[in-house]
Protein backbone atom coordinates (compact mmCIF):
# COMPACT_ATOMS: atom_id res chain seq x y z
CA UNK A 1 0.00 0.00 0.00
CA UNK A 2 2.97 2.21 1.07
CA UNK A 3 5.75 1.31 -1.64
CA UNK A 4 4.77 4.70 -3.39
CA UNK A 5 4.13 6.95 -0.61
CA UNK A 6 6.80 9.71 0.85
CA UNK A 7 6.92 9.74 4.54
CA UNK A 8 7.16 13.04 6.24
CA UNK A 9 9.53 12.55 10.04
CA UNK A 10 8.49 15.42 12.35
CA UNK A 11 11.19 15.73 15.08
CA UNK A 12 14.80 14.86 14.19
CA UNK A 13 16.20 14.10 18.21
CA UNK A 14 17.07 10.62 19.66
CA UNK A 15 13.68 9.03 17.81
CA UNK A 16 13.07 10.70 14.82
CA UNK A 17 16.31 10.61 13.24
CA UNK A 18 16.92 6.72 13.81
CA UNK A 19 13.52 6.32 12.27
CA UNK A 20 14.08 8.90 9.47
CA UNK A 21 17.29 6.59 8.69
CA UNK A 22 15.19 3.18 9.30
CA UNK A 23 12.33 3.90 7.01
CA UNK A 24 14.80 5.61 4.21
CA UNK A 25 15.78 2.05 3.43
CA UNK A 26 12.73 1.08 2.07
CA UNK A 27 10.75 4.59 1.18
CA UNK A 28 11.33 7.85 0.32
CA UNK A 29 11.76 10.68 3.67
CA UNK A 30 11.65 13.60 4.20
CA UNK A 31 12.99 14.43 7.63
CA UNK A 32 11.63 17.55 9.40
CA UNK A 33 12.89 19.90 11.98
CA UNK A 34 12.40 23.48 13.41
CA UNK A 35 16.10 24.02 14.29
CA UNK A 36 17.56 25.00 11.48
CA UNK A 37 21.06 24.20 13.10
CA UNK A 38 20.36 20.64 13.31
CA UNK A 39 18.92 20.02 9.74
CA UNK A 40 22.24 22.21 8.48
CA UNK A 41 24.49 19.25 10.70
CA UNK A 42 22.61 16.23 9.22
CA UNK A 43 23.15 17.77 5.92
CA UNK A 44 26.61 17.43 6.22
CA UNK A 45 25.94 13.61 8.07
CA UNK A 46 26.31 14.78 11.59
CA UNK A 47 24.78 14.12 14.72
CA UNK A 48 25.24 15.40 17.79
CA UNK A 49 23.19 12.81 19.73
CA UNK A 50 25.79 10.19 18.95
CA UNK A 51 23.02 7.64 18.39
CA UNK A 52 23.82 7.62 14.14
CA UNK A 53 27.61 6.93 12.68
CA UNK A 54 28.31 9.03 9.82
CA UNK A 55 28.86 5.67 8.14
CA UNK A 56 25.32 5.17 8.13
CA UNK A 57 24.10 8.50 6.20
CA UNK A 58 24.33 6.73 3.16
CA UNK A 59 24.06 9.05 0.02
CA UNK A 60 22.06 6.51 -2.05
CA UNK A 61 19.46 6.30 0.89
CA UNK A 62 16.67 8.73 -0.40
CA UNK A 63 16.01 10.92 2.49
CA UNK A 64 16.06 14.85 2.50
CA UNK A 65 16.55 16.56 5.89
CA UNK A 66 14.68 20.11 5.96
CA UNK A 67 13.26 23.05 8.19
CA UNK A 68 11.06 23.97 5.13
CA UNK A 69 7.03 22.28 6.15
CA UNK A 70 6.23 22.81 2.63
CA UNK A 71 9.20 20.46 1.69
CA UNK A 72 6.28 17.74 3.60
CA UNK A 73 3.34 18.74 1.22
CA UNK A 74 4.39 15.78 -0.93
CA UNK A 75 3.97 13.53 1.98
CA UNK A 76 1.27 11.02 2.16
CA UNK A 77 2.04 9.66 5.81
CA UNK A 78 3.23 11.97 8.56
CA UNK A 79 5.20 11.01 11.92
CA UNK A 80 5.51 12.86 14.88
CA UNK A 81 8.33 12.57 17.15
CA UNK A 82 8.84 15.67 18.84
CA UNK A 83 9.21 15.95 23.18
CA UNK A 84 6.67 15.55 25.15
CA UNK A 85 8.22 16.94 28.68
CA UNK A 86 6.45 18.24 31.79
CA UNK A 87 6.04 21.89 33.48
CA UNK A 88 7.51 23.17 35.67
CA UNK A 89 4.50 21.78 38.26
CA UNK A 90 4.74 18.73 36.92
CA UNK A 91 1.97 18.55 34.38
CA UNK A 92 2.11 17.17 30.71
CA UNK A 93 3.63 19.99 28.24
CA UNK A 94 2.00 19.41 25.09
CA UNK A 95 3.18 22.56 23.55
CA UNK A 96 5.25 21.05 20.88
CA UNK A 97 2.98 18.04 20.12
CA UNK A 98 -0.07 20.35 19.48
CA UNK A 99 2.11 23.19 17.30
CA UNK A 100 3.23 19.99 15.25
CA UNK A 101 -0.19 18.89 14.92
CA UNK A 102 -0.94 22.59 13.72
CA UNK A 103 2.00 22.62 11.17
CA UNK A 104 0.98 19.34 9.83
CA UNK A 105 -2.96 19.94 9.51
CA UNK A 106 -2.01 23.00 7.81
CA UNK A 107 -0.77 20.63 4.96
CA UNK A 108 -3.12 17.54 5.40
CA UNK A 109 -4.56 16.31 2.05
CA UNK A 110 -7.32 14.03 1.40
CA UNK A 111 -6.10 10.40 2.18
CA UNK A 112 -3.42 11.29 4.41
CA UNK A 113 -2.31 9.38 7.49
CA UNK A 114 -0.90 11.04 10.86
CA UNK A 115 0.92 8.83 12.99
CA UNK A 116 2.14 9.99 16.50
CA UNK A 117 4.97 8.54 18.13
CA UNK A 118 5.95 11.05 21.05
CA UNK A 119 4.49 9.26 24.61
CA UNK A 120 1.55 10.85 25.86
CA UNK A 121 -1.26 10.05 28.32
CA UNK A 122 -4.27 7.34 27.24
CA UNK A 123 -6.56 9.44 25.28
CA UNK A 124 -3.89 12.14 24.19
CA UNK A 125 -3.63 11.80 20.26
CA UNK A 126 -7.46 11.40 19.66
CA UNK A 127 -8.70 14.55 22.58
CA UNK A 128 -6.22 16.89 21.85
CA UNK A 129 -4.17 15.94 18.63
CA UNK A 130 -6.89 15.19 15.98
CA UNK A 131 -8.96 18.40 17.06
CA UNK A 132 -5.73 20.43 15.98
CA UNK A 133 -5.39 18.37 12.57
CA UNK A 134 -8.82 18.84 11.86
CA UNK A 135 -9.44 22.88 12.52
CA UNK A 136 -5.87 23.22 10.72
CA UNK A 137 -6.82 21.12 7.89
CA UNK A 138 -10.50 21.97 7.53
CA UNK A 139 -11.09 18.26 6.85
CA UNK A 140 -13.40 15.39 8.63
CA UNK A 141 -11.45 13.01 10.90
CA UNK A 142 -11.44 9.20 9.78
CA UNK A 143 -13.16 10.19 6.58
CA UNK A 144 -10.60 12.48 5.26
CA UNK A 145 -7.50 11.74 7.10
CA UNK A 146 -6.62 9.42 9.68
CA UNK A 147 -4.80 9.10 12.61
CA UNK A 148 -2.59 6.19 14.62
CA UNK A 149 -0.26 5.99 17.62
CA UNK A 150 2.80 3.51 17.61
CA UNK A 151 5.03 4.71 20.88
CA UNK A 152 8.77 4.81 20.38
CA UNK A 153 10.93 2.11 22.03
CA UNK A 154 14.00 3.84 21.01
CA UNK A 155 17.05 3.16 23.58
CA UNK A 156 19.24 6.15 24.02
CA UNK A 157 23.32 5.16 23.66
CA UNK A 158 22.40 1.32 23.08
CA UNK A 159 24.26 0.29 20.21
CA UNK A 160 23.56 -3.06 20.79
CA UNK A 161 19.38 -2.45 20.10
CA UNK A 162 19.08 -0.57 16.94
CA UNK A 163 14.70 0.06 16.06
CA UNK A 164 14.44 -2.52 13.89
CA UNK A 165 15.39 -5.52 16.87
CA UNK A 166 12.78 -4.14 19.09
CA UNK A 167 9.12 -5.01 18.69
CA UNK A 168 6.79 -1.78 17.92
CA UNK A 169 3.47 -1.35 19.37
CA UNK A 170 0.77 0.03 16.61
CA UNK A 171 -2.88 1.12 16.10
CA UNK A 172 -4.85 3.08 14.35
CA UNK A 173 -8.07 4.85 14.39
CA UNK A 174 -10.21 2.22 11.80
CA UNK A 175 -9.51 -0.99 11.48
CA UNK A 176 -8.49 -0.59 8.07
CA UNK A 177 -5.73 1.86 8.79
CA UNK A 178 -4.46 0.01 12.09
CA UNK A 179 -3.73 -2.78 10.00
CA UNK A 180 -2.22 -0.92 6.76
CA UNK A 181 -0.09 1.12 9.86
CA UNK A 182 1.25 -2.64 11.74
CA UNK A 183 1.98 -3.39 7.77
CA UNK A 184 3.95 -0.36 7.59
CA UNK A 185 6.20 -0.69 10.21
CA UNK A 186 6.14 -4.45 9.78
CA UNK A 187 8.17 -3.58 6.87
CA UNK A 188 11.26 -2.55 8.73
CA UNK A 189 11.26 -3.67 12.10
CA UNK A 190 12.74 -7.53 11.83
CA UNK A 191 11.44 -8.06 15.46
CA UNK A 192 7.77 -7.49 14.51
CA UNK A 193 5.31 -5.29 15.73
CA UNK A 194 2.37 -5.99 18.07
CA UNK A 195 -1.34 -4.42 16.59
CA UNK A 196 -3.29 -2.94 19.69
CA UNK A 197 -6.73 -2.81 19.41
CA UNK A 198 -7.27 0.83 20.07
CA UNK A 199 -5.11 4.27 19.72
CA UNK A 200 -5.40 4.50 23.64
CA UNK A 201 -4.43 0.95 24.32
CA UNK A 202 -1.32 1.74 22.78
CA UNK A 203 -0.76 4.84 24.69
CA UNK A 204 -1.56 3.66 27.90
CA UNK A 205 1.29 0.08 27.24
CA UNK A 206 3.52 3.14 26.34
CA UNK A 207 2.51 4.93 30.02
CA UNK A 208 2.81 2.06 32.04
CA UNK A 209 6.39 0.73 30.33
CA UNK A 210 7.93 3.45 32.12
CA UNK A 211 6.27 4.19 35.04
CA UNK A 212 6.92 0.35 36.04
CA UNK A 213 10.63 0.80 35.55
CA UNK A 214 10.49 3.56 37.71
CA UNK A 215 8.21 2.31 40.71
CA UNK A 216 11.05 -0.52 40.18
CA UNK A 217 14.04 1.84 40.65
CA UNK A 218 12.36 3.43 43.39
CA UNK A 219 11.79 0.51 45.51
CA UNK A 220 15.37 -0.21 45.17
CA UNK A 221 16.33 3.60 46.30
CA UNK A 222 14.01 3.23 49.25
CA UNK A 223 15.72 0.12 50.13
CA UNK A 224 19.57 1.96 49.88
CA UNK A 225 18.14 4.77 52.00
CA UNK A 226 17.03 2.28 54.28
CA UNK A 227 19.99 0.48 54.62
CA UNK A 228 22.44 2.73 54.52
CA UNK A 229 20.52 3.98 57.88
CA UNK A 230 21.47 0.16 59.29
CA UNK A 231 24.65 0.52 57.97
CA UNK A 232 24.21 -2.32 55.84
CA UNK A 233 25.57 -1.86 51.73
CA UNK A 234 22.82 -2.16 49.47
CA UNK A 235 25.00 -3.17 46.48
CA UNK A 236 26.20 -6.42 48.95
CA UNK A 237 22.28 -7.12 50.02
CA UNK A 238 21.28 -7.55 46.32
CA UNK A 239 24.48 -9.79 45.37
CA UNK A 240 22.40 -12.08 47.80
CA UNK A 241 19.10 -11.81 46.78
CA UNK A 242 19.23 -12.38 43.10
CA UNK A 243 20.66 -15.63 43.50
CA UNK A 244 17.09 -16.37 43.88
CA UNK A 245 15.63 -16.72 40.36
CA UNK A 246 12.66 -14.70 40.69
CA UNK A 247 14.14 -11.68 42.15
CA UNK A 248 14.43 -8.48 39.41
CA UNK A 249 17.54 -7.53 39.43
CA UNK A 250 16.97 -3.50 39.26
CA UNK A 251 19.28 -1.33 40.78
CA UNK A 252 19.23 2.21 42.76
CA UNK A 253 20.91 5.24 40.88
CA UNK A 254 19.43 8.40 39.39
CA UNK A 255 16.18 8.39 37.60
CA UNK A 256 16.41 10.83 34.79
CA UNK A 257 15.68 11.15 31.38
CA UNK A 258 12.60 12.03 28.70
CA UNK A 259 11.50 8.60 29.42
CA UNK A 260 11.40 7.22 33.26
CA UNK A 261 11.48 10.86 34.97
CA UNK A 262 8.74 12.37 32.97
CA UNK A 263 6.29 9.63 31.46
CA UNK A 264 4.87 8.50 34.59
CA UNK A 265 3.25 11.92 35.54
CA UNK A 266 1.55 12.00 32.36
CA UNK A 267 0.05 8.79 33.71
CA UNK A 268 -0.76 9.83 36.82
CA UNK A 269 -2.00 13.95 35.07
CA UNK A 270 -4.62 11.68 33.47
CA UNK A 271 -5.69 9.47 36.45
CA UNK A 272 -6.31 12.39 38.63
CA UNK A 273 -8.62 13.83 35.86
CA UNK A 274 -10.94 10.24 35.89
CA UNK A 275 -10.69 10.72 39.60
CA UNK A 276 -8.14 8.83 41.08
CA UNK A 277 -5.43 10.02 42.81
CA UNK A 278 -2.56 7.55 42.01
CA UNK A 279 -0.46 6.31 45.15
CA UNK A 280 2.32 3.77 44.20
CA UNK A 281 2.89 6.22 41.14
CA UNK A 282 3.40 9.07 42.97
CA UNK A 283 4.99 8.01 45.65
CA UNK A 284 8.22 6.32 43.52
CA UNK A 285 8.60 9.46 41.65
CA UNK A 286 8.38 11.26 45.31
CA UNK A 287 11.58 8.93 46.23
CA UNK A 288 13.40 8.88 42.76
CA UNK A 289 13.49 13.11 42.87
CA UNK A 290 15.36 12.86 46.07
CA UNK A 291 18.22 11.11 44.97
CA UNK A 292 20.59 13.15 43.83
CA UNK A 293 20.79 15.27 46.71
CA UNK A 294 21.17 11.92 49.30
CA UNK A 295 24.17 11.31 47.19
CA UNK A 296 25.35 14.52 47.07
CA UNK A 297 24.90 14.09 50.70
CA UNK A 298 26.99 11.08 51.14
CA UNK A 299 29.87 12.04 49.72
CA UNK A 300 29.69 15.30 51.93
CA UNK A 301 29.49 12.90 54.83
CA UNK A 302 32.34 10.55 53.54
CA UNK A 303 34.51 13.66 52.92
CA UNK A 304 33.33 15.12 56.55
CA UNK A 305 34.59 11.51 58.14
CA UNK A 306 37.95 11.64 55.92
CA UNK A 307 38.69 15.12 56.58
CA UNK A 308 37.16 15.70 60.34
CA UNK A 309 35.13 18.16 59.24
CA UNK A 310 36.76 20.25 57.72
CA UNK A 311 35.53 20.10 53.77
CA UNK A 312 35.71 23.49 52.51
CA UNK A 313 37.37 23.83 49.40
CA UNK A 314 37.96 20.07 48.61
CA UNK A 315 37.82 19.25 45.36
CA UNK A 316 35.65 16.76 43.82
CA UNK A 317 35.33 15.48 40.37
CA UNK A 318 31.99 13.88 38.89
CA UNK A 319 32.43 11.61 36.20
CA UNK A 320 29.16 11.79 34.01
CA UNK A 321 26.45 14.10 33.44
CA UNK A 322 24.23 12.37 30.90
CA UNK A 323 21.00 10.93 32.63
CA UNK A 324 22.40 7.50 31.39
CA UNK A 325 25.40 5.56 30.57
CA UNK A 326 26.77 5.81 26.83
CA UNK A 327 24.21 8.43 25.74
CA UNK A 328 24.93 12.15 25.37
CA UNK A 329 21.48 13.10 26.44
CA UNK A 330 21.25 15.67 29.32
CA UNK A 331 17.52 16.08 29.51
CA UNK A 332 16.22 16.07 32.99
CA UNK A 333 19.73 14.90 34.77
CA UNK A 334 19.91 14.71 38.15
CA UNK A 335 23.50 14.48 38.04
CA UNK A 336 22.67 18.42 38.40
CA UNK A 337 21.01 17.86 41.83
CA UNK A 338 24.57 16.26 42.79
CA UNK A 339 26.50 18.66 41.83
CA UNK A 340 24.43 21.58 43.40
CA UNK A 341 24.43 20.04 46.49
CA UNK A 342 28.21 19.70 46.82
CA UNK A 343 28.27 23.05 45.40
CA UNK A 344 26.06 24.82 48.26
CA UNK A 345 28.52 22.97 51.14
CA UNK A 346 31.70 25.15 49.41
CA UNK A 347 33.14 22.13 47.78
CA UNK A 348 35.20 22.35 44.37
CA UNK A 349 33.33 20.42 41.77
CA UNK A 350 34.53 19.85 38.10
CA UNK A 351 32.54 17.46 36.12
CA UNK A 352 33.83 15.35 33.04
CA UNK A 353 31.84 13.54 30.52
CA UNK A 354 33.00 13.44 26.85
CA UNK A 355 30.03 12.29 25.45
CA UNK A 356 27.51 15.50 26.05
CA UNK A 357 27.57 19.02 24.25
CA UNK A 358 29.39 21.00 26.10
CA UNK A 359 27.86 23.98 24.67
CA UNK A 360 24.40 22.54 25.69
CA UNK A 361 25.43 22.15 28.91
CA UNK A 362 26.86 25.69 29.54
CA UNK A 363 23.22 27.21 27.72
CA UNK A 364 21.03 24.79 29.93
CA UNK A 365 22.56 24.54 33.26
CA UNK A 366 24.41 27.85 32.90
CA UNK A 367 27.52 24.92 33.96
CA UNK A 368 31.00 24.76 32.52
CA UNK A 369 32.38 21.08 32.11
CA UNK A 370 35.93 20.06 32.20
CA UNK A 371 38.00 19.36 29.61
CA UNK A 372 40.31 16.77 31.40
CA UNK A 373 39.98 14.65 34.55
CA UNK A 374 44.06 15.45 35.23
CA UNK A 375 44.41 17.06 39.05
CA UNK A 376 44.56 16.45 42.12
CA UNK A 377 40.44 15.22 43.37
CA UNK A 378 39.54 14.30 47.50
CA UNK A 379 37.11 12.34 46.18
CA UNK A 380 36.08 11.16 42.60
CA UNK A 381 31.84 10.34 41.93
CA UNK A 382 31.12 8.36 38.60
CA UNK A 383 27.74 9.20 38.73
CA UNK A 384 27.35 7.69 34.97
CA UNK A 385 28.70 4.56 33.73
CA UNK A 386 29.98 5.08 30.76
CA UNK A 387 32.44 2.49 29.23
CA UNK A 388 35.02 4.98 28.67
CA UNK A 389 35.59 5.75 32.41
CA UNK A 390 36.17 1.91 32.51
Known sequence: MFKDYKIGIIGLG????????AFAEKYQVVGYDINTERVSELNIQFDKT?????????TKIPIQFTSELNDLQSCKIYIITVPTPISNNKEPDLS???????AIGSILKKGDIVIYESTVYPGCTEEKCVPELETSSG???NQDFFVGYSPERINPGDKTRPIQSIVKVTSGSTIEISR?????YKSIITAGTYLAPSIKVAEASKSIENAQRDVNISFMNELALIFDKMNIDIDEVLEAAKTKWNFLPFKPGLVGGHCIGVDPHYLAYKAMQVGYTPKVILSGREVNEQMGVWMGEKIIANLAKQFSGNIKGKRVLILGFSFKENCSDIRNTKVIDVYNTLISSGLEVKIYDP???????????NLE?????????????KAVMHTVFE
Do not use: M, R
Open 96 to 102: FLINASK
Open 50 to 58: KEIDAVQFD
Open 369 to 381: LTNSIEGNFDYIF
Open 14 to 21: YVGLPLSI
Open 180 to 184: AIDNL
Open 139 to 141: LIF
Open 355 to 365: LVDSELVKNVF
